[in-house]
């Protein structure tokens, strides 16, 4: 209690500091007047400072006496001020953005209503795992479980037709009780409600993002309440979901629609009752108060063993529905591993680069400090106390940081400017937290950029200092290895940055060879035809009939995956090269003329062949495995799976189309397209002049057919523009990372040369003096930043190798990590950072000889 | 525990301490002003003290200074340990 008394005591005399000082004063003064000899009473003004020290307090004036006396002196040196400012800004901005987007991606919680009940369900067994549930199956677990007090669906769809958009919008179809359950209400009319929208014939209704209403529909007044025609049904628009929505993952879904009313916007499907993978929806459920994740899991059992009794077809025994949390991000744990991997990897660059900034600031400010020995020491001598110094560097360190990180902050909310104009799905605001991290930020550069220069002067003997002008003590300080470790981490971060800008340069030089024709192809996207009571076979037939007959149809095949469409199929590494990645696909003979991928041995797929016996594999899968192209009538696989006898016998080998897969070791296996055993097929077709006059016509060739199908139509080349673009952004964010952490190098390199130089100012005029030949004395100044920009390009290796060694096991590729790559990054380096070095070293030999010997 | 003591009887300004102090040690003790003003200072911000300006017999203003209650206890308790510790010594002295 005493002590809590004190506190208020010292609070409430800083708050009548002054007030109580101008007391003391007048007290002395009254004393000193009563004095028989005033001149006993001694100095009033260290007196006062004395009595003040009691309350704790004087560290303020201090701090702002140091302050002051720091925007002096670095107003005085404005070059300094705004180089070290600029430096230490650019390494913040790249801090706080990395930091923003991972606060956005990860740190942030969802934004649900009572998340600790909120989970998501996977069906697990012990085979694998599905992270998604046929919609008939969820409703069956809503209704026979004692521990769930609500089940929630979503379901998310690429292609809805918003009345005449050109381009195609996503929509999500969820269930009635979605919004509720995640506690979300309209900013305009209102939401879905499991009393009115739990119903097919409930009328048809559409909830839309106030993002899609102000960007799209610009911000019409009247929308809430018109009439839209959605995959061409009338439907009513009834509100406007809130700008902050988010929902239970990131998607980018512009559109919501109520999940029972799927089968009138996708006419003719059979969602409700289809138990198969056609009708899978992502499965929530809102555990009842108490209820524990774990005995959520063992209840659910009973429903799940009555659906493997019902539908043994799709639920086979054993399998059980595995909660995940809402807290937890309803992640399952490799995702969970997933999402660290990426923290560690942006928590590493953001830090290299903070760390590259500090380094060469250190190099700066540790320069200058050393310049100004002379100064400091006579400040000490004059009985200013170490520690008083070092307070004056550690207050100039704290206004650069804080002028940093302001920039640093304009920088980076500049930057999401950018992002935002550029369209990125990025909802960033400067809060709280970004404000806080920039403080940690700045604090971090702060100590180490002040630290250094500190540490550097309270090594130094100070009487010899003033002796010599601070020649013999900046001398050792040259001396010791900080400069040049200083130097090294600042190379080694530019290497790794260079790296990654090599390797993402290459995936993206991949794409753009992509080893087939895109161009002038359409694609035509049908529903998958299961839980339809429609023929595949002739279905099929009738379209490809159709689109054949169109005389801008130069030819067209059927396929399982169409290249550049993101749906893809993986087979098992081959054991005699495990490094290869093999993606399967099943095609018509056609593909190979339609896509322009030539065979280059053997012979095309022909009508009679096999689709279980025939295989035609890609030109690296041959050579890599079989070591030759002529594998016509050798096995596939090489060596038989283990428990699996079956094989297919290779017919031919086809040029590779390695932009299927973007990653470098990629190979294809190609089997013949059976229409009776697969659920879904695309139909892609060249036309003779532009791809464009086919996609018209190819839907409603389709729609001849069955109109209660639904079908898009696209090209080829507007999915690869799009990879493209994902690639192109990824490679110039890291490009322009290299770059600017390339500056930072060269610019730490130029002063370590410079500093070396200005300190051998003597030695080299007296060389110059004796006949030194110029060659041999810039070879010998640029040789000060040789070794550690070695050790740099050393180290940056070992970390950018180790790196992309983690990537590759999370089978994320950006390109590899060749020798021509690690040619070029030192390359570059050397010749980058050997500029850096020879500019202050010429100038070092451009001074007048005799004035250097005279002043020295 | 010598200021809390001439101050616990009446208000005294920091001169009437001082000249107190000397006076009453019979002229054996004199406190320094530059030990006088940061001890009253640690005295107002343990609460022992109270402070407060008024006119002094001889017309000037000065700041006299009230011991606290919080203030007495504190002399109590610093009195009662320094008879203890005297009581003490003088034991020690007289049987040694």
Redesign the interface.
């Known amino acids: 209690m005493?002590f809590f008394?004190?506190w208020l005591?010292?609070f409430w005399?800083v708050l009548n500091r002054r007030r109580l000082e101008r007391?003391?004063q007048?007290?002395?003064e009254?004393?000193r007047?009563?004095?028989r000899e005033p001149r006993?009473?001694?100095n009033t003004l260290r007196?006062?400072e004395?009595?003040?020290?009691?309350?704790g307090w004087n560290w303020l004036d201090e701090a702002w006496r140091d302050l002051r006396l720091a925007a002096r002196t670095l107003r005085q040196s404005p070059g300094f001020t705004l180089g070290a400012s600029l430096v230490l800004a650019l390494g913040i901005g790249l801090n706080l953005t990395l930091f923003q987007i991972y606060n956005a991606a990860f740190l942030q919680p969802l934004n649900v209503r009572d998340i600790e009940t909120l989970v998501r369900f996977q069906r697990l067994s012990n085979r694998g795992r599905a992270a998604n549930v046929p919609y008939p199956a969820t409703q069956h677990v809503r209704d026979n479980n004692t521990v769930l007090s609500a089940v929630l669906v979503a379901a998310r769809y690429r292609d809805i037709q918003w009345n005449d958009f050109e381009n195609h919008l996503t929509a999500q179809f969820v269930s009635a009780n979605w919004f509720d359950e995640t506690g979300y209400n309209a900013t305009a009319g209102r939401l879905f409600h499991e009393t009115v929208d739990d119903a097919q014939d409930a009328q048809p209704a559409v909830v839309i993002k106030e993002s899609f209403w102000t960007n799209r529909l610009n911000s019409d007044p009247n929308i809430v309440g018109s009439s839209v025609r959605i995959n061409d049904r009338p439907a009513t628009v009834i509100g406007i979901l809130p700008r902050n929505y988010r929902g239970l993952s990131d998607d980018e879904s512009q559109v919501f629609l109520p999940i029972r009313q799927m089968g009138y916007f996708f006419r003719g499907q059979t969602f409700e009752t289809a138990w198969d993978t056609s009708s899978n929806v992502d499965m929530y459920g809102r555990l009842k108060p108490g209820v524990p994740l774990a005995a959520a899991r063992d209840s659910l059992r009973f429903a799940m063993d009555e659906l493997v009794a019902q539908q043994p077809d799709h639920f086979k025994q054993g399998e059980w529905l595995e909660p995940y949390s809402a807290v937890t991000r309803l992640e399952t744990p490799s995702q969970r591993q997933q999402r660290l991997l990426a923290v560690t990897g942006v928590s590493f660059l953001s830090l290299l680069v903070l760390t590259v900034a500090c380094a060469n600031l250190g190099n700066f400010v540790l320069s200058r400090a050393i310049g100004r020995l002379r100064e400091l020491s006579i400040r000490i001598a004059l009985g200013a106390g170490r520690w008083r110094v070092m307070r004056l560097l550690l207050a100039e360190s704290a206004m650069i940081a804080a002028i940093a990180a302001t920039i640093g902050l304009a920088l980076s909310s500049a930057a999401f400017r950018v992002m935002n104009a550029a369209g990125l799905p990025l909802n960033v605001t400067i809060d709280w937290r970004t404000i806080l991290a920039a403080a940690a930020v700045a604090s971090f550069a702060m100590v180490a950029i002040g630290l250094l220069p500190t540490w550097a002067i309270s090594r130094g003997n100070i009487g010899s200092v003033i002796k010599d002008g601070g020649q013999t003590v900046s001398s050792g300080l040259g001396r010791t290895r900080l400069r040049s470790l200083l130097t090294a981490v600042q190379v080694g971060g530019s290497c790794i940055f260079l790296i990654f800008a090599g390797m993402t340069a290459q995936s993206l030089q991949r794409l753009l060879t992509p080893g087939f024709d895109f161009e002038r192809i359409a694609v035509l996207e049908v529903s998958s035809l299961a839980g339809r009571n429609i023929d595949q076979n002739s279905y099929w037939t009738g379209v490809r009939a159709n689109v054949a007959s169109m005389s801008e149809t130069e030819d067209l095949a059927l396929v399982l995956y169409p290249p550049l469409s993101g749906f893809t199929s993986m087979w098992t590494n081959p054991p005699e090269a495990p490094h290869l990645s093999i993606w399967v696909n099943s095609v018509e003979p056609q593909f190979f003329n339609v896509m322009r991928v030539p065979i280059v041995a053997g012979r095309n797929f022909e009508l009679g062949d096999d689709p279980q016996n025939s295989a035609i594999i890609s030109r690296r899968l041959a050579m890599d495995v079989y070591g030759t192209l002529d594998v016509v009538g050798q096995q596939l696989p090489r060596t038989p799976w283990p428990n699996d006898k079956k094989k297919w016998t290779i017919v031919g080998v086809a040029e590779d189309a390695h932009a299927i897969q973007r990653e470098p070791n990629a190979a294809e296996v190609y089997f013949p397209l059976d229409l009776h055993h697969t659920k879904r097929a695309w139909l892609i077709a060249r036309a003779r002049n532009e791809g464009r006059l086919l996609l018209g016509p190819m839907k409603e060739a389709a729609q001849t057919v069955d109109k209660n199908v639904p079908v898009q139509a696209r090209l080829m080349s507007s999915d690869f523009r799009q990879k493209q673009n994902e690639a192109a952004t990824l490679s110039s964010i890291t490009l322009s990372l290299a770059l600017a952490t390339l500056v930072l190098a060269c610019i730490g390199v130029f002063g370590v040369v410079s500093y070396g130089t200005s300190l051998r100012r003597k030695e080299i005029s007296i060389r110059l003096a004796l006949g030194a030949k110029n060659r041999s004395l810039i070879a010998l100044l640029m040789r000060q930043s040789g070794s550690p920009a070695a050790i740099g390009v050393l180290w940056g290796f070992g970390i950018a190798y180790a790196a992309s060694k983690a990537m590759e096991a999370q089978r994320v590729y950006l390109g590899s990590l060749d020798a021509p790559l690690l040619l070029s990054v030192v390359a570059v380096i050397g010749v980058t950072c050997g500029i850096a070095a020879l500019l202050p070293s010429v100038r070092a030999l451009r001074t007048d000889v005799a004035q250097t010997l005279r002043d020295e | 525990m010598l200021i809390l003591r001439v101050v616990s009887t009446r208000a005294l300004?920091?001169?009437a301490i001082a000249q107190q102090i000397h006076i009453l040690s019979r002229e054996q003790l004199s406190v320094?002003?530059?030990s006088l003003?940061?001890a009253?200072?640690?005295l107002?911000?343990?609460?022992w003290l109270k402070a407060e300006?008024t006119t002094s017999e001889t017309g000037?203003?000065?700041?006299e200074y009230r011991i606290s209650p919080?203030g007495r206890k504190q002399l109590d308790a610093e009195l009662a340990e320094y008879r203890r510790m005297s009581k003490a010594i003088d034991a020690l002295l007289d049987n040694a």
């Open positions: 005493a008394g004190e005591r010292r005399y007391d003391l007048r007290e002395m009254a004393h007047a009563m004095m006993e009473f001694g007196l006062r004395e009595s003040n020290d009691v309350w | 300004h920091g001169y320094e002003e530059g003003y940061p009253l200072q640690k107002l911000l343990k609460g300006w000037r203003e000065v700041r919080s």
